[in-house]
């Protein structure tokens, strides 16, 4: 199945069938969850109307660190079988993990003023999720920082997969030090310790996040596909005349 | 409605953290979904204009 959807022009037919239906999905799921997160859902016992923070703060990180394992197996893949689909995927996923990842950070800093007292702790969780914006901003300059384009995306490729060693850091910091930051409740052996009425709306968020993440990226992966063209085409044209 | 609309901005005390949270989210991904249709939007005029020229030097 790789094989046949790595093909550009099944890929672009594929893309701009699916862009309408992630569109929706994620208008969907991101209206509604939105109404649970602010009307329907109950406030926390411990931390009041603040917990409506984490419906946007938790899928954020979630798809920053999803975000971040898509580039760096598309790199692996671009760097094995050199494929050009590869690069293109992780070169679009790139802006949107850094948003992720920035979202993740502000809406934790707001978070954590009302409950912590601080704005920011140089605590592992919040740490490792710092360098993750790094490992992005490094990522998308490392690519754009050659002339020769496929040596940009050799060496973002490259950085990538070694950046990738973060996010079981950034998973499992809240076990192995001591942090502010409260551990997993939602992703663990046991399952969720989360109650229903807070589990929807957050569900819902990560499902609408989720679908957004996947339209924009085919919006990217479309436009670059494009782009390419367009600097085939412009070789092609000095070579002949 | 009005009280309602009023506890509802004010969220407990902390409207401000919860209202600064969610507008910024929404600020950001609708500032990414615009920038990205407009790459997507540029790049097909290129590719359009470029073919137009190609298909002019042909004829």
Redesign the interface.
Known sequence: MFNYFANPFRFLRLTSKLQPITMLVALAAIGLG?FYA?VESP?DYQQ???V??MY??VP?AWMAMFCYVTIACSSAVALIWRHMLANIIAKSTA??GA?FT??AL??GS??G??MWGAWWVWDARLTSMLILFFLYLGYIVLYNAFDDQSRGARAAAILSIVGVINIPIIKFSVDWWNTLHQPASVIKINGPTVHPSMLTPLMLMAVGYMA?YFW?LF??T???L??N??RK??IQ?TETH | MLDFLTSFMNMGGYGYYIWGAFGLSAFVLITLIIQSLKFLESSETQLHSLKEKEKNNET
Do not use: G, Y
């Open positions: 939105l602010l406030p009041s109307e603040t409506r923070i946007v703060h954020a802006p949107i948003s920035f979202l502000a809406t707001l978070w003023k009302p957004l924009l919006i990217r479309r436009a670059e494009n782009i063209k367009v085409m412009l044209q």
